[in-house]
């Protein structure tokens, strides 16, 4: 019968305090130290510098550039004045300071009229009226103008009326025709090229919204009887 193999035989053990030597991790190479010094910089460089740069653009954008973000209580825009040209006094096509430098501050104002409840032009206290709109250069110019005496039932004669609204008039005015006159009222076109370079080119149309002639204005004066005006009222555009 024959005999099983032998077990091989076991490797022998290093003798007591004998340690097997472990070999050294292999060095970097110069290329992977350069890339860690780049991550390095690059990670120092978006926490310094792009990230407060990014939360910067997104402060803008939720504040509307405000400083105050959206829900919060905003903070009072800047208003930018814009340069008044044309016409600015007290005159068809001025402005509300030009009124006011002129007749005082009036007793009622809104973004599109204003009035005063008693103004004195020349000798004569009157009730005035104005309305306001958007002109050429931007800025709120009077479009229209009513004056009347003050007091109830009060008259004008008619040439104290037209001496009156004459100086509402812009300085270059030039009559222009028809003129027409009856019981009822009194109505005369006139031009002004400074008037026509100051309102908007649509505040230039007949009263059915056909457009005239640049510059064109108009007054009618109601009238009470043959020589008595209750009111003259002096608007851009044709009757």
Same mark, same amino acid.
């Given at each position: 019968?024959?005999?099983?193999?032998?077990?091989?035989?076991?490797?022998?053990?290093?003798?007591?305090?004998?340690?097997?030597?472990?070999?050294?991790?292999?060095?970097?190479? #110069?290329?992977?130290?350069?890339?860690?010094?780049?991550?390095?910089?690059?990670?120092?460089?978006?926490?310094?510098?792009?990230?407060?740069?990014?939360?910067?653009?997104?402060?803008?954008?939720?504040?509307?550039?405000?400083?105050?973000?959206?829900?919060?209580?905003?903070?009072?825009?800047? @208003?930018?004045?814009?340069?008044?040209?044309?016409?600015?006094?007290?005159?068809?096509?001025?402005?509300?300071?030009?009124?006011?430098?002129?007749?005082?501050?009036?007793?009622?104002?809104?973004?599109?009229?204003? #009035?005063?409840?008693?103004?004195?032009?020349?000798?004569?206290?009157?009730?005035? /009226?104005?309305?306001?709109? +958007?002109?050429?250069?931007?800025?709120?110019? @009077? +479009?229209?103008?009513?004056? #009347?005496?003050?007091?109830?039932?009060? +008259?004008?004669?008619?040439?104290?009326?037209?001496?009156?609204?004459?100086?509402?008039?812009?300085?270059?005015?030039?009559?222009?025709?028809?003129?027409?006159?009856?019981?009822?009222?009194?109505?005369?076109? /006139?031009?002004?090229?400074?008037?026509?370079?100051?309102?908007?080119?649509?505040?230039?149309?007949?009263?059915?919204?056909?457009?005239?002639?640049?510059?064109?204005?108009?007054?009618?004066?109601?009238?009470?009887?043959?020589?008595?005006?209750?009111?003259?009222?002096?608007?851009?555009?044709?009757?």
């Amino acid at each position: 019968m024959s005999q099983p193999p032998p077990y091989p035989p076991y490797p022998p053990y290093p003798p007591y305090g004998y340690y097997v030597p472990v070999p050294p991790p292999p060095r970097q190479s #110069s290329l992977a130290w350069l890339w860690i010094t780049l991550s390095v910089v690059g990670g120092l460089l978006i926490v310094c510098c792009v990230l407060p740069l990014t939360l910067g653009v997104l402060l803008v954008l939720n504040t509307g550039g405000t400083g105050t973000f959206n829900g919060g209580t905003p903070t009072t825009p800047t @208003v930018i004045a814009r340069p008044v040209s044309g016409l600015k006094g007290a005159t068809l096509g001025g402005t509300l300071a030009g009124f006011e430098a002129t007749y005082g501050a009036a007793t009622r104002t809104s973004p599109a009229d204003a #009035s005063w409840d008693s103004a004195r032009i020349g000798q004569q206290r009157v009730s005035l /009226y104005i309305t306001l709109a +958007t002109g050429q250069d931007g800025n709120l110019h @009077v +479009t229209s103008a009513e004056a #009347s005496p003050v007091g109830a039932g009060a +008259t004008w004669d008619r040439p104290i009326a037209f001496t009156l609204i004459a100086r509402l008039f812009p300085k270059d005015f030039q009559p222009l025709t028809p003129q027409t006159s009856d019981l009822q009222s009194l109505t005369r076109i /006139y031009t002004s090229a400074q008037l026509g370079a100051t309102l908007a080119s649509s505040q230039f149309a007949s009263g059915g919204g056909a457009p005239v002639a640049t510059g064109e204005f108009n007054v009618t004066c109601q009238s009470t009887n043959a020589t008595q005006i209750s009111y003259c009222f002096l608007v851009a555009g044709a009757p």
